[in-house]
Antibody
Framework: QVQLQESGPGLVKPSETLSLTCTVS????????WSWIRQPPGKGLEWIGY???????NYNPSLKSRVSMSVDTSRNQLSLNLRSVTAADTAVYYC???????????WGQGAQVAVSS | VLTQSPATLSLSPGEGATLSCRAS??????LAWYQQKPGQAPRLLMY???NRAAGVPARFSGSGSGTDFTLTISYLEPEDFAIYYC?????????FGGGAKVEIK
């Protein structure tokens, strides 16, 4: 079963770029679709976007102008960059994957990111 | 938009629970349910409306298609008290419902 582990800075300054990495183990990156999902404190879940191992992406229109994702199959990693962050981007960021784009079967434990000066 | 109701259910262990998820437009049968406990990542329970994910107990069942979906827990175990989210995979962007909290009465 695939396992996911997010990593990255826990604190980002306003207007800067939030960068997270998800390291994959226990499965081939080519077998899954990969997504990033976030959850602000005390709130619900928001899908950020997905990326396939080939590099094709699909982003949430609400974040599309600020987000980019990439995949490095040689290192079994995927990355998330979110530019020009504000306090509203404070959240737990999850890496998730599935056999299709319809649902998310596997989740990382999440990375807490706060945006503050 | 996915609307979950009720927002909170107060029930006792052993009782049954019925959670509703309504979509503003048809999502076919591409509806998933997740369980989230405090401090943990969501866990997939059901996919494509009625299929249980691996390892999910048989007391969980899902039904529905189009715009109206239901998650049923036939009898609540202590570990089932949590927040439940529905998620649609029928259109872009993927979206989640606001969540339904099942709390101990």
């Amino acid at each position: 079963q695939v396992q996911l582990q997010e990593s990255g800075p826990g604190l980002v300054k306003p207007s800067e770029t939030l960068s997270l990495t998800c390291t994959v183990s226990g499965g081939s990156m080519g077998s899954y679709y990969w997504s990033w999902i976030r959850q602000p404190p005390g709130k619900g879940l928001e899908w950020i976007g997905y990326i396939y191992y080939s590099g094709s992406t699909n982003y949430n229109p609400s974040l599309k102008s600020r987000v980019s994702m990439s995949v490095d199959t040689s290192r079994n990693q995927l990355s998330l960059n979110l530019r020009s962050v504000t306090a509203a981007d404070t959240a737990v960021y999850y890496c998730a994957s599935g056999y299709s784009t319809y649902y998310f079967a596997f989740w990382g434990q999440g990375a807490q990111v706060a945006v503050s000066s | 938009v996915l609307t979950q109701s009720p927002a909170t259910l107060s029930l006792s262990p052993g009782e049954g629970a019925t959670l509703s998820c309504r979509a503003s437009q048809s999502v076919g049968n591409y509806l998933a349910w997740y369980q989230q406990k405090p401090g943990q990542a969501p866990r997939l329970l059901m996919y494509e409306a009625s299929n249980r994910a691996a390892g999910v107990p048989a007391r969980f069942s899902g039904s529905g298609s189009g715009t109206d979906f239901t998650l049923t827990i036939s009898y609540l175990e202590p570990e089932d008290f949590a927040i439940y989210y529905c998620q649609q995979g029928g259109s872009w962007p993927r979206t989640f419902g606001g969540g339904a909290k099942v709390e101990i009465k």
